[in-house]
């Protein structure tokens, strides 16, 4: 496992063998042009090892989302490559990198972001259904049972509690068993406990179901969950803390700044 | 509080701009009717023929109606000839000088004017060349016609030829396109003339420095029985056309401006409840933060009131140009002349400014209230997903229309004729707004059906769409309503005449049992051609049509019921109507129709007036002579040859011209025909020549088809904001879905189906809502319940609402699928 600021040169990760889930090379990122132009991410390069729990930290717009958002597809960079897997996704056409974002990526927003017009089932089905795949059904037991709202499939979304319907998106990003779940504030709008139950699935999604979890966070409590928390200020990559816990982790953001 | 609404109309452009877009629409159609119906009024046909004229003076040219827009009299009411000596007799007048009117045609079918050589001095007119008629057979022509003096020139009279020396050539002064005059000798113009001892016109020639206006009031004073004009109003008695045209726009732009009032009120009110429940989010967020309901009220009726008066006012100024788009249109049509002014002043635009603002702040209080009102953690909540259930209020409310609707549809089979169509008529409208209440309803039903279709298709798009229609079927009767209106609307204003139409035509075709029907290129058949026919070898009868117009009231005149209205009158010779027509008579006799003061009468109209054979019926016929006669048979027939028929001579002194329309012969020879033909006239059959009254009806039909097009037009275009606006409002569950890994082409897809879904229930239930009151109109006018469905307008408006319903949802989903993934993250 590998992390570098710019400045170092890469060497290590690209040797061990199995490509790592998530390898973002000198990735940069600007918005706008000429004088109003914003630069979110200034070459940031960084490999995420498969079945890892990943939290990624800043201050507020130090890149974290940016860098997020061009991982997981949802954006493409403006220089620098980014690969998930062995698949190299900056450069797919928009067709192709629909389909792969699909198949092969699991979101987890702030905002839950079922749709209140489907049942959680179809909720958590709906990426297999939009890409035509036969529903496991011992899979989607599994996953539904593992995050806990096995008996709450056939409600509707909002006759669920915050932190149910969270744990259904979890269950959603898990369906496709995608290279890599992405999760963006996860717990910025649930309670404590519930935030507390949410953080325990994605580390049991990354332990015990072989699955990469990237997290973009502010909240320390819920970066101490991660394997590793990676940090960024001001578009650039600001440090790292393998095994962390909340102490270092605010100590380290303190440093920051924030 | 202005701060904030301002902040908020920034904030929500979209929205806003939705808002704006049907506020708009709605002033430029008020502003449109406003000048109309202020045109009725002040507007007018320019004077041309009697611009030389200080005043004329005429008859009165309708029939007042009581709290109603009088009655326009068909024919042109005449003067006595002693009325000439009275008017000249008022100080003041220096010359009064009688004018008739003689419709006469040249040999190349050019339509000639004919009058008196001493109306020449109302006319701004010189005589280039020549001199004026003295003799019976010389004639003055106008310019346009290309003779020269000396000239020799046939007119025809009612399809009788005559041959005239031109004696002089007039220049017409300043009129631009007034038809062909020619001016005849006293003794020629009285021949032709059929009112012997009456005048159409007397123009007023004034003493040096007396004031037209007061002149005017002198002669209204001291004549009685005489209207008289001054200044533009000349031009509404020079011609008939003129006469008629502003009733004819008050009527029409009046019962225009009702059906699109309410429809422009119901868009704009409609619209902005749409604005204000997409924003419920933002409101439950302000109460939260501690507005009262008051406040928030406040805020949300500012907004609407600065939007919508911006909105109105730029909105006002298009409208002017459509009022004298409409007006053209209906020039075309015929119901206007085409050199008909418009009044245009502010009036109109202030009136739909105030109108539109109106409405919209009304619709903004009352849809203020439910956001307002409710605690603000539920506003928060609610704002998720839509309420489920209607409120039995409204559920009861629509359920009653409905039923009132079909109720009053079914009319026609306790009542007969037409008094009972008001009834299914307005059934339409109710049935409507029935529907629009219990429209999430009406989806939900429909749904039973059509999401199994939609889950069949086993693809995300399918599902989706039918996970969307069930959970938001108010978002759905929000859209098919307003389509659903305009099918409906289209269907009743379009087919209802065409059932009545194509009831009249068999009628028509079935009751005319002459072998020959007869009419002149010249457009009239004078009595003594109808002669010549009858000598022909081989004709058994003849009988000359004349059709004209008698008005009829019916009801008690002080009651709410009474009607006035114009009827469809024919005069036939009695003798030979039993071998040239079948009235498909029912009681009495045509025969009697020879004894004097009696007439026949339609079934309906009988059922009307509640008349039976032997009552006594009265009248007005087409020049505003009153008629009281002795009903001596009721026939059948009454769609397809008119709701009274009488004897010919009795009616010919009561028409303008004193011409037959056609002659109805009937013979057994070869050589009839041939005879016939020899005498300038020609055969034609009774599909050619239509049902009585069919001209007047195509033209009605074709004023009500353009007034329908605005009326559609406008719903087209605040359907088509409506759905982009709701569609719009979707950016986020698309950017979602797209997140998921939806392609933009299965977004696109389940939109695609939805607007489907929308638009074909659209089209079924805009179709199902028209069925009570089309079959209950149909069965009025023919019993039998089988309304008439053209089918290629019908297909031309189903398709049209398909394709405007799938394209305003489609289209915006595709723009709203161009936004970048992550800035709607």
Do not use: C
């Not at chain 2, 459509?322 to 502010?346: E, M, N, R, Y």
């Amino acid at each position: 496992m590998t992390l570098q600021t710019p400045s170092i040169s890469p060497t290590i990760g690209s040797a061990t063998p199995p490509p790592p889930a998530v390898h973002l090379e000198n990735v940069v990122k600007t918005y706008g042009s000429g004088t109003a132009s914003v630069t979110a991410l200034a070459g940031v390069s960084l490999q995420i090892p498969t079945a890892s729990f990943t939290a990624i930290m800043g201050p507020s717009g130090s890149g974290k989302s940016t860098l997020m958002h061009l991982a997981a597809g949802l954006d493409v960079p403006t220089s620098g490559s980014v690969a998930l897997g062995s698949i190299r996704i900056s450069g797919l056409p928009e067709r192709q990198l629909t389909r792969f974002r699909r198949d092969h990526i699991g979101f987890v927003f702030q905002s839950y972001n079922l749709l209140p017009q489907l049942s959680i089932a179809q909720n958590i089905t709906l990426p297999l259904l939009l890409g035509q795949h036969p529903v496991n059904s011992a899979w989607f037991d599994h996953v539904v049972q593992s995050v806990g709202i096995a008996d709450l499939v056939e409600r509707r979304p909002q006759q669920l509690s915050g932190g149910q319907q969270q744990r259904a998106a979890i269950a959603r990003a898990l369906v496709t068993r995608p290279a890599a779940v992405f999760a963006d504030e996860p717990t910025g709008a649930l309670d404590s406990r519930s935030a507390r139950q949410v953080l325990g699935q994605l580390r049991h999604a990354a332990t015990d179901l072989q699955q990469t979890v990237v997290m973009v966070t502010h909240d320390p409590v819920a970066a101490s969950y991660a394997d590793r928390v990676v940090f960024l200020s001001d578009g650039q990559l600001a440090g790292h803390i393998d095994d962390p816990d909340i102490a270092r982790i605010t100590a380290h953001m303190a440093q920051l700044g924030e | 509080m202005w701060t904030l609404a301002r902040a908020s109309i920034a904030h929500h452009r979209r929205s806003f701009a939705g808002v704006i877009v049907a506020v708009l629409l709605a002033s430029a159609l008020s502003t449109a009717l406003g000048v109309l119906v202020e045109s009725g009024l002040r507007g007018g046909v320019p004077v041309e023929r009697l611009a030389g004229a200080d005043v004329v003076v005429g008859a009165p040219q309708s029939k007042p109606v009581p709290e109603d827009v009088p009655v326009p009299f068909s024919e042109r009411a005449l003067l006595d000839d002693d009325t000439v000596d009275a008017v000249a007799a008022v100080p003041g007048v220096n010359r009064a000088i009688a004018d008739v009117e003689v419709p006469l045609t040249a040999g190349d079918g050019i339509k000639i004017s004919a009058h008196p050589w001493a109306a020449a001095a109302l006319t701004p007119s010189a005589l280039t060349a020549g001199e004026s008629p003295a003799a019976a057979d010389q004639v003055v022509v106008d310019s346009s016609l290309g003779a020269e003096p000396g000239d020799r020139i046939e007119l025809a009279h009612g399809g009788v030829p005559a041959t005239y020396t031109v004696s002089g050539i007039v220049d017409l002064i300043g009129s631009a396109d007034a038809a062909s005059l020619a001016y005849l000798s006293p003794q020629a113009i009285g021949a032709l003339w059929p009112h012997a001892g009456s005048v159409a016109l007397i123009g007023v020639i004034a003493d040096e420095g007396t004031d037209a206006a007061a002149l005017s009031a002198a002669i209204a004073d001291r004549v009685p029985g005489v209207v008289t004009y001054v200044g533009a109003a000349r031009g509404d008695v020079e011609s008939l056309a003129g006469v008629n045209a502003r009733t004819n726009l008050i009527a029409l732009s009046g019962s225009l401006a009702g059906v699109a009032l309410i429809i422009a009120m119901f868009v704009v009110a409609s619209t902005l409840s749409l604005s204000i429940a997409q924003r419920r989010r933002d409101f439950a967020l302000l109460r939260a933060v501690g507005t009262s309901p008051r406040q928030l009220r406040g805020i949300i009726v500012r907004e609407t009131a600065l939007v919508s008066t911006i909105a109105a006012v730029i909105g006002a100024l298009p409208g002017y140009a459509l009022a004298q788009l409409l007006a053209d249109q209906f020039a075309v049509g015929g119901v206007i002349p085409a050199d008909f002014a418009l009044a245009f002043s502010p009036l109109a635009g202030i009136a739909a400014v105030a109108l539109t603002v109106g409405t919209a702040a009304l619709a903004a209080i009352v849809s203020a209230r439910g956001p307002s009102k409710a605690p603000p953690i539920e506003a928060l909540v609610q704002s998720r997903i839509e309420t489920p259930q209607l409120n039995r209020g409204r559920v009861i409310t629509g359920l009653s229309l409905i039923i009132t609707g079909v109720v009053a549809s079914l009319l026609p089979l306790v009542i007969r004729g037409e008094a009972a169509l008001a009834g299914p008529a307005s059934a339409a409208l109710l049935i409507t707004v029935g529907a629009a209440l219990i429209g999430p309803r009406i989806v939900e039903w429909s749904l039973t059906f059509a999401g199994p279709v939609l889950r069949r298709l086993r693809v995300a798009p399918g599902v989706l769409a039918d996970a969307n229609a069930r959970s938001f079927t108010r978002r759905l009767s929000t859209a098919i309503i307003p389509l659903a209106l305009g099918i409906t609307l289209a269907i009743v204003q379009l087919f209802v005449p065409a059932t009545v139409s194509a009831e009249a035509a068999t009628q028509h075709a079935e009751g005319t049992t002459a072998d020959y029907i007869v009419t002149s290129p010249a457009g009239g058949i004078a009595p003594e051609l109808g002669t010549q026919v009858a000598a022909i070898d081989g004709v058994d009868a003849v009988t000359p049509v004349i059709r004209s117009n008698v008005i009829v009231a019916t009801g008690d005149p002080d009651s709410e019921f009474s009607m006035v209205q114009p009827k469809p009158i024919q005069g036939i010779d009695p003798a030979a109507s039993g071998k040239t027509l079948d009235l498909a008579v029912t009681d009495g006799s045509l025969a009697k129709l020879a004894d004097p003061d009696t007439v026949a009468l339609g079934s309906n109209q009988a059922f009307e007036l509640g008349a039976h054979v032997g009552d006594s019926v009265d009248l007005t016929l087409g020049d505003g002579t009153p008629l009281t006669a002795r009903v001596v048979a009721i026939y059948d027939r009454g769609l397809g040859f008119g709701a009274v028929t009488i004897d010919a001579d009795a009616l010919r002194p009561h028409t303008t011209t004193g011409l037959a329309d056609h002659l109805l012969v009937s013979g057994t020879g070869d050589a009839v025909a041939g005879e016939i033909t020899a005498l300038g006239l020609s055969l034609t059959d009774a599909s050619d020549l239509g049902a009585a009254g069919a001209g007047d009806a195509a033209q009605q039909s074709w004023a009500s088809v353009i007034a329908l097009l605005v009326i559609l037009g406008f719903i087209a275009l605040a359907v088509v904001n409506t759905l982009v606006m709701a569609t719009t409002e979707r950016r986020d569950e698309f950017a979602l879905l797209r997140r998921l890994g939806a392609t933009p082409g299965q977004v696109t897809v389940m939109t695609f189906l939805e607007s489907g879904l929308i638009s074909v229930l659209a089209v079924v239930l805009g179709t199902v809502i028209t069925l009570p009151p089309l079959i209950g109109i149909a069965f009025g006018l023919t019993g039998q319940p089988i309304p008439v469905f053209p089918p290629i307008v019908y297909g031309m408006l189903a398709g049209s609402t398909l394709l405007l319903g799938i394209l305003s949802i489609v289209l915006p989903t595709r723009s709203a699928l161009r936004a970048p993934l992550v800035s709607a993250v």
